[in-house]
C-alpha cells in the first residue's frame, strides 16, 4: 500500500504571493491533518480534515486555508505569503475518526522557503 | 493548555549503549494516548511506539520502551543497544479521544538524537 505523497518536495516563493501545496493520503484513509514544522517549534498543528469537512483548526492565521475532496486528497494553501511561513509542511492521514490509537502516518513533507 | 515538553533538545549515546529521552506533558484529561515518533535527516516521520493512558503497563517495541508515570505526566523513552540508524529527531505526542480534537497530535518541540560509532 503506497504511503502518503506531497507534492511539490520543494518550493521557493516570495513575500506576497500565495501557494498551494497537496497532500495523497493513505488509500482508504479519511482524516489528513497539516502541521508546520519550524526549528525549535516542533509540529504546530494547522488544520484536520475528515471526510471533506474541517473538523479542528489550530491557532494560525486566515491566511492557511484547506480543503479536501471526495477522494480524500487534500490541499493547503497560505496566501499573502511571509517570511515566517517559511517552513516543513507536513501531512499526517489516519484510517478514521477519533476513537483508539489511531497511528498517523507521515508524509515526506513540502519544504517552503519564502524569499 | 495542552503542552507537550522535551527538555533536551540535543543528546549522543555511544553506540550499543542506551539512552533515555525525556518528556512531560500537561493535560487536564484523563484518557489520551501517547505516542513517540522518530524523524530520520530527510526523512518520513514514523511511529516508535504508543502507550495507552489507562493502560498500566509500560510498552515496548523490541528495543524501545516506555516509562509512563501519570500521575507525574511523564513519558520517557529508553533505547536499548543503540544502533547507528536511532540517529533522529524524536517527538513525543500525545492525543485526546474527543471529538472535537479529531485526529490532532499535541507535539513537543524534539529531541535530536546522535548515536557514535
Known amino acids: 500500500k503506497a504511503g502518503v505523497t506531497q507534492t511539490p518536495r520543494y518550493l521557493i516563493k516570495t513575500r506576497g504571493q500565495q501557494v498551494t501545496l497537496s497532500c495523497s493520503p493513505i488509500s482508504g484513509h479519511r482524516s489528513v491533518s497539516w502541521y508546520q514544522q519550524t526549528p525549535g517549534q516542533g509540529l504546530q498543528f494547522l488544520f484536520e480534515?475528515?471526510?471533506?469537512?474541517?473538523?479542528n483548526k489550530g491557532n494560525f492565521p486566515g491566511r492557511f486555508s484547506g480543503r479536501q475532496f471526495s477522494n480524500s486528497r487534500s490541499e493547503m494553501n497560505v496566501s499573502t505569503l511571509e517570511l515566517g511561513d517559511s517552513a516543513l509542511y507536513l501531512c499526517?492521514?489516519?484510517?478514521?475518526?477519533?476513537?483508539?490509537?489511531?497511528?498517523?502516518?507521515f508524509g515526506p513533507g513540502t519544504r517552503l522557503t519564502v524569499l | 493548555a495542552q503542552t507537550v515538553t522535551q527538555s533536551q533538545p540535543e543528546m549522543s549515546v555511544q553506540e550499543a549503549e542506551t539512552v533515555t529521552l525525556s518528556c512531560t506533558y500537561d493535560?487536564?484529561?484523563?484518557?489520551?494516548?501517547l505516542f513517540w515518533y522518530k524523524q530520520p535527516p530527510s526523512r518520513q516521520m514514523i511511529l516508535v511506539i504508543r502507550?495507552?493512558?489507562?493502560?498500566?503497563q509500560n510498552a515496548t517495541e523490541n528495543r524501545f520502551s516506555v516509562n509512563f508515570q501519570k500521575a507525574a505526566k511523564s513519558f520517557s523513552l529508553k533505547i536499548s543497544d543503540s544502533q547507528l540508524g536511532d540517529a533522529a529527531m524524536y517527538f513525543c505526542?500525545?492525543?485526546?479521544?474527543?471529538?472535537?480534537?479529531?485526529?490532532?497530535?499535541?507535539f513537543g518541540t524534539g529531541t535530536s538524537l546522535t548515536v557514535i560509532p
Open positions: 493535560t487536564s484529561e484523563s484518557d489520551y494516548y
Open positions: 480534515y475528515f471526510s471533506e469537512t474541517q473538523r
Open positions: 499526517a492521514s489516519s484510517l478514521t475518526g477519533t476513537g483508539g490509537r489511531n497511528e498517523q502516518f
Open positions: 502507550q495507552e493512558a489507562y493502560k498500566q
Open positions: 505526542a500525545y492525543r485526546l479521544p474527543r471529538v472535537d480534537t479529531g485526529n490532532q497530535f499535541y
